[in-house]
Every structure is written in C-alpha cells, then in structure tokens.
C-alpha cells in the first residue's frame, strides 16, 4: 500500500507487519525488528516507528543513524543502552534519546527475560533513509554499566 492509501492515516498492529530481514553482518543479532510505520503511510524522509524484541544474550552491535534522531521507549526487560563512551541500564519505562550521529548500542542484561521497546527514527521514513551506518561490535571495553 502506498500513502495515498491511508489519506486519514490508520491503525496496524505489529502482528501484520513482517520482521525485517536484518542479522549479524549489519550489527543485529538475535532481534526481531518490525518497522511498523514508515514511507508507505507517514511519507518518504518524515519518521519510523518500530518495535523491537530482543531476545535474551540478544545485541544491537555499535551503529549510528547519520540522518536521524532516535527516540525509544523500554517496555519490558533490563538492557545496557551504550552512547558514545558510557552505558547506562535501561528498564521499563525509561526513554531514550540519541542524537543523529551518535555511536550507540543496546544489550540485553538478564540471560533469560527479553526486552521489548518502541521508537522512532525522525528524520527518515526506511532504516535506510535513517542514514543507518554499522560502526562494530560491542567489546568488552565498552561494557561499562554506570
């Protein structure tokens, strides 16, 4: 479907959206991702909104969106959110900003319970458009829990 289709815009449920075909070789390992708004009903460069479950051991490795702003929301687990040199715990309820350009990464904390947040990219309708750069792995240096 295309914007015109949703002229007063619309309602999707996560459901009915396909997990984005994304994997380790761009920094994403174990995460079912579903960009559940983007170019089809907000239009091209303006937002996505997704929704991510991460499950347990699961990393988003170190990247940065050059051409867009993320926010996210925690609703449920316990993660580590790294941006630019620090990692801070993360848990529901807790939002996060992260400028565009900043380095940034998110890791699961507790071997056996997943987490889920919702966010949006603005400034870019597809991953793509975010300006999305894989930058590398989270090493043992950069996980310094503050």
Not at 26 to 42: M, Y
Not at 113 to 118: D, Q
Request: proline residues 7%.
């Amino acid at each position: 479907m295309a914007r015109e289709d949703y002229p007063e815009g619309c309602a999707i449920h996560v459901k009915d959206v396909k997990p984005a075909r994304v994997g380790p070789g761009t920094g994403w390992q174990n995460v079912d991702i579903r960009f559940v708004v983007g170019s089809e009903v907000a239009g091209p460069g303006n937002l996505t909104w997704w929704r991510t479950l991460f499950t347990p051991g699961a990393t988003h490795h170190k990247h940065r969106h050059n051409l867009a702003d993320e926010v996210f929301y925690v609703i449920r687990g316990r993660a580590a959110q790294g941006i630019g040199t620090t990692e801070y715990e993360v848990t529901p309820g807790v939002s996060v900003f992260i400028p565009r350009g900043a380095t940034h990464w998110l890791r699961t904390l507790e071997p056996n319970e997943p987490v889920e947040v919702v966010g949006v990219y603005v400034g870019g309708s597809t991953v793509e458009e975010s300006g999305y750069e894989y930058v590398g792995p989270v090493s043992e240096v950069d996980k310094k829990l503050r």
